[in-house]
């Protein structure tokens, strides 16, 4: 019984070495978390002091890329529609059937693709 007293004894030293060891690895992982955070809450209160132009690079992408998005097609479409109508009231006047409607929608459509290049070419700190 005594060698059993004995391997009883090791397996309950290699228990608490464990143990131990764990509880180190948790206290370091803690003050590591700890760290973080505070980095974290430093950082959050820099970022804070800039106003509202952080804010804004974040909070606003969304609406952002939105107007962006609606001006793009605002400039497509409006581009097409118009040189479509003056098409159509130039073969009212001349009396000419499609051809001044055809012509003057392909160059509204040339037109409008232009002013997207423009737009998507433009750089992103830039105003409008």
Same mark, same amino acid.
């Given at each position: &019984?005594?060698?059993? *007293?004995?391997?009883r004894?090791e ?6 070495a464990?143990?131990?060891?764990d509880q180190?690895?948790a206290?370091a992982?803690?003050?590591?978390? *700890?760290?973080l955070s505070a980095?974290l809450?430093a950082?959050?209160?820099s970022?804070a002091?800039?106003?509202?132009k ?5 909070a606003?992408s969304? #609406?952002?890329a &939105? ?15 118009v #040189?479509?109508l +003056? ?5 009212k ?7 001044f409607?055809l012509v003057?929608?392909? &160059?509204g459509?040339a037109? #409008?693709?232009w002013?997207?290049?423009r +737009?998507?070419?433009k750089p992103? #700190?830039?105003?409008?």
């Amino acid at each position: &019984m005594g060698e059993r *007293d004995d391997s009883r004894s090791e397996d309950q030293k290699r228990a608490d070495a464990r143990f131990e060891a764990d509880q180190r690895e948790a206290a370091a992982l803690r003050s590591r978390l *700890d760290k973080l955070s505070a980095d974290l809450g430093a950082s959050k209160d820099s970022s804070a002091g800039n106003g509202d132009k952080d804010a804004d690079l974040t909070a606003g992408s969304f #609406g952002g890329a &939105m107007s962006l998005g609606f001006r793009v097609l605002t400039e497509f479409v409006s581009a097409v529609v118009v #040189g479509a109508l +003056i098409g159509w009231q130039l073969d009212k006047w001349f009396g000419t059937s499609p051809l001044f409607l055809l012509v003057l929608l392909l &160059m509204g459509t040339a037109a #409008g693709f232009w002013n997207v290049y423009r +737009i998507a070419v433009k750089p992103p #700190g830039t105003k409008p």
